[in-house]
T-cell receptor, first 113, second 112 residues
């Protein structure tokens, strides 16, 4: 079965611009998670979807971040406007059931200049 | 979620067993112990998990102390491909257990 895919693999933008990251979970996985690792820090949870609903968005840093999962399939994470401190690697993961093993994508490396 | 404590780094020789320790003295009775690892330039990947009894799978073994305040991930024969950061994570049964709370992990270096 195909794994979790993320697009793009790398993105370089200037401060103030908008970037949209995409995640395609494993087919049939209702649970989708976003995480990120910013420079020098640990991997941190951002939010959790169950199908198209946001189950937990307690990790979203501020209102410049907007996550969607229309139709309960792929998800997008938009950063608008991007700031320097948003640079890092953004990971998406999916699982069949909440609390079960999570399968991670390779991540999107975001660089904000 | 209860916190875990792991050594920052460990070194092993190829083909030898590796024991990666994790302390979780404040673990609750319903917390599962999960291990994930992150290979260079990849996303984290699941390794193994357990509650009370020792567990084995094709990747590793998990030894859980009787009081559950510590656990050890065992790689029976380390290969160069096992060089990664290993994370010990506690997951509860409530909604907070749906997310993974990563600490600093242990960076395992494998020498040929």
């Amino acid at each position: 079965e195909a794994g979790v895919t993320q697009f793009p693999s790398h993105s370089v933008i200037e401060k103030g611009q908008t970037v949209t990251l995409r995640c395609d979970p494993i087919s049939g996985h209702d649970n989708l998670y976003w995480y990120r690792r910013v420079m020098g820090k640990e991997i941190k949870f951002l939010l959790h979807f169950v199908k198209e609903s946001k189950q937990d968005e307690s990790g979203m840093p501020n209102n410049r971040f907007l996550a969607e999962r229309t139709g309960g399939t792929y998800s997008t994470l938009k950063v608008q406007p991007a700031e320097l401190e948003d640079s890092g690697v953004y990971f998406c993961a999916s699982s069949r059931l909440a609390g079960h093993e999570q399968f991670f994508g390779p991540g999107t490396r975001l660089t904000v200049l | 979620d209860a916190k875990t404590t792991q050594p920052n780094s460990m070194e092993s020789n190829e083909e030898e067993p590796v024991h990666l320790p994790c302390n979780h003295s404040t673990i609750s009775g319903t917390d599962y112990i999960h291990w994930y690892r992150q290979l260079p330039s990849q996303g984290p990947e699941y390794v193994i998990h357990g509650l009370t009894s020792n567990v084995n799978n094709r990747m590793a073994s998990l030894a859980i102390a009787e009081d559950r305040k510590s656990s050890t991930l065992i790689l029976h024969r380390a290969t160069l491909r096992d060089a990664a950061v290993y994370y010990c994570i506690l997951r509860g049964l409530n909604n907070a257990g749906n997310m993974l709370t990563f600490g600093g992990g242990t960076r395992l270096m494998v020498k040929p």
